[in-house]
């Protein structure tokens, strides 16, 4: 069986369990079924030889392949996450495949109008002559990432295969609760025993990611004055009005919706209350720490500006860190991606190296002592039912997961 079939096979087989995990539940994972994918991940790794193959109290799947070289090396972690976004359905996944892709639309589904399209999707001309796999239109395809556990599983069963490929001792881990932002909550690094890690959780073929935002979440809180309006004059601060002022004052240049690549910004994304009390939430996000306080003290400029102009309101600011840059770790460590070009180049693509404007696993990670940059799967569109991915970009990511332990042995 071809690479690409196997790899099919075992994204169907994890698609079918659904493990959107819950931004509401207080457990841990998140959701049961997590568990459930848990399981069987850790029978399959036993199948296919991975030693020490197991899964701990929260959910964590971890195993271990063997050196096949005497000798010192940096121990290599690879890792993927086993919950899908809660963002859209997820339950009853039918993968489709669609061989071949001869260019033109892709028709997910004809009756609910998914479809799709270069001009909705503009990287699926370049994936010509490539097999695709969808959903059916009713659900997300859930590639993110069970492109990557089926990556990670396809090669380790390569590499237990081979073992004349040389290769450091590899680990293997794969988590839960990632769209949750809880992915490595309870994950112990020093267990892991990892020096270097990747994380399977990329996008388009070639792209790989060392840097994410800086973020942090921001609250303003407003308390107003509350008068009858007939006798308000002069008296009243009405607290709806006033968080409405703060976000209309904000520039419509650094908003997510107006910015792309390097360009940080401000999004409001919750507003709340009466005249009384109003509060706003939301996130501020950008590459370069500096410039991240840039943004706050801009936003700490119109909050103070409103406190003059509303002086029977108060008005109180606080940012919280939510994760940082990842690249400031990583680039102290300058062979994680110098490895990982060459395992990209080998794989016969160029690496394109990509700020994520989102935070990843590794980037909490890399912060807790373990480097770990972001490899593409070779999916697109993520979390809803346009996503989609390419087996052909998920052989080549499996390609580079087997050249970065070769790279590493050297
Ligand atoms: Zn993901």
């Not at 492109?147 to 380790?156: D, E």
């Not at 081979?162 to 490595?184: A, K, S, Y």
């Not at 994520?356 to 480097?371: K, N, Q």
Request: charged share 25%; with cysteine; hydrophobic share 40%.
């Amino acid at each position: 069986m071809s690479f690409k079939n196997i790899l099919y096979k075992r994204l169907m087989k994890y698609a079918a369990v659904d493990t959107r995990s819950d931004p509401d539940s207080s457990t841990y994972p998140s959701s049961k079924n997590q568990l459930v994918l848990a399981k069987m991940l850790v029978k399959e790794l036993k199948d296919i030889g991975v030693r020490k193959a197991g899964m701990d109290k929260y959910g964590y799947v971890t195993g271990e392949i063997p050196a096949t070289m005497e000798g010192k090396r940096p121990v290599l972690g690879f890792l993927a996450h086993m919950d899908t976004s809660p963002d859209a359905p997820g339950k009853g996944v039918k993968p489709r495949l669609h061989r071949k892709y001869g260019g033109g639309k892709i028709v997910i589904n004809k009756k609910l109008g998914v479809i799709l399209t270069p001009s909705n999707c503009p990287e699926l001309p370049g994936r010509k002559g490539e097999d695709i796999v969808t959903a059916s239109g009713d659900t997300l395809l859930g590639a993110d990432n069970k492109a990557g556990l089926a990556v990670i599983m396809t090669a380790a069963e390569h590499l237990i295969k081979h073992q004349e490929i040389g290769h450091g001792r590899i680990r293997i881990g794969f988590t839960p609760d990632e769209e949750v932002g809880r992915g490595v909550k309870y994950f112990d690094v020093k267990k892991f025993g990892a020096d270097i890690a990747y994380t399977f959780d990329g996008d388009v073929a070639g792209t790989i990611e060392e840097e994410t935002f800086n973020a942090d979440g921001l609250k303003i809180r407003v308390t107003g004055k509350s008068v009858h309006p007939g006798t308000a004059k002069n008296a009243m601060a009405n607290a709806v009005r006033i968080a409405a002022d703060i976000v209309a004052s904000w520039p419509e240049n650094r908003l997510p919706e107006t910015t792309e690549r390097r360009d940080g910004f401000v999004m409001f994304n919750s507003i709340e209350g009466s005249i009384e009390k109003a509060e706003l939430s939301g996130i501020v996000r950008e590459h370069d720490l500096a410039r991240l306080k840039e943004l706050e003290k801009h936003l700490a400029a119109i909050v103070a500006e409103k406190k003059i102009k509303y002086p029977l309101a108060a008005i109180e600011l606080e940012f919280t860190e939510q994760y940082r840059n990842m690249g400031a770790v990583i680039s102290k460590h300058p062979e994680v991606m110098a490895n990982l070009v060459s395992a990209v180049k080998k794989a016969g693509l160029i690496p394109h190296i990509k700020p994520v404007r989102g935070g990843t696993d590794g980037a909490r990670l890399s912060f807790m002592g373990l480097p770990c940059p972001n490899v593409f799967t070779g999916g697109y569109n993520y979390h809803g039912r346009y996503e989609w991915v390419s087996l052909d970009g998920m052989e080549k990511s499996m390609q580079v997961l087997i050249n970065l332990a070769r790279e590493w042995a050297k």
